[in-house]
């Protein structure tokens, strides 16, 4: 819908006003041509259900650690390929960083989505092979199919309300500069103490209380939900990924001089 290419353009903005020499990082075109469908959303119609990228998140449990693990597999390669040079890697790394960070920090992913859709599928999400058995809930009969299907693609269904916010979203930010999201240097100290997933969790709780996705769920798009949207939420989503792009830069840099 756009918001992953926004997030990821305002934060490559926001890297050439904190590096005096950018060119050590890919430009935005090559980090957006591992977005789309050479990101990890694509694989979801490439190859349903082999090895998809899961990127739901519990902020409040710490046993869930899937996207945690993800997060850290690409900020480790990125700091590495970084200080190989290898640029189109590097682009991609960086690519798919950003998608985890803005998945892992986007209200509608907070939602236990998984746990609701197996409840409503009957059955596993590794059932799900084709583009077909993704898109139709199966039913033991042809009512209670209908039922489950309004129940997913309804309103106020399960994806229907995970897509109308998502795409709520993309237009509000669509024409805003995010001139908020750039990090101050006590920013990029505390992602260095922390370190990025630490960082990640934090975020991820502090947006979580919030409340965003329920309070849109119960209202639509009030105002105030609205402004939260603009001024707090993708900001912080965007200076996230500035930070985890920034701080494996000069992570990189140790490790070359090392």
Request: glycine content about 6%; some cysteine; aromatic content about 8%.
């Amino acid at each position: 819908m756009g918001a992953h290419q926004k997030i990821d353009r305002v934060a490559r903005n926001n890297i050439s006003k904190l590096l005096a020499d950018d060119s050590v990082f890919p430009d935005s075109k090559n980090i957006l041509h591992f977005e789309g469908r050479n990101g990890p959303d694509g694989i979801k119609g490439k190859s349903p259900a082999v090895n998809e990228p899961w990127h739901f998140y519990n902020p409040f449990d710490d046993e869930d650690t899937q996207l945690i693990d993800i997060i850290k597999s690409h900020y480790d390669q990125l700091v590495k390929v970084l200080a190989a040079h290898n640029r189109e890697r590097v682009a991609f790394e960086a690519a798919w960083l950003a998608h985890a960070i803005v998945d892992g920090l986007t209200p509608a992913h907070h939602y236990p989505y998984e746990e609701k859709l197996i409840e409503l599928r009957g059955e596993g999400i590794e059932t799900r092979t084709t583009i077909k058995d993704k898109m139709v809930i199966p039913g033991s009969t042809k009512k209670e199919m209908v039922k489950n299907n309004w129940k997913m693609w309804g309103p106020k269904g399960l994806m229907s309300t995970h897509a109308l916010f998502e795409l709520g979203v993309a237009a509000i930010i669509a024409p805003l500069s995010l001139s908020s999201s750039m990090p101050t240097q006590e920013d990029i100290a505390r992602m260095q103490e922390v370190g990025v997933t630490e960082y990640f969790k934090q975020t991820a709780r502090e947006i979580a209380v919030q409340d965003l996705y329920h309070r849109f769920y119960n209202r639509g798009w009030t105002t105030k939900l609205t402004l939260d949207i603009r001024n707090k939420l993708v900001p912080t989503i965007t200076k996230a990924v500035t930070l985890a792009w920034h701080c494996a830069i000069l992570e990189s840099k140790i490790l070359q001089d090392t």
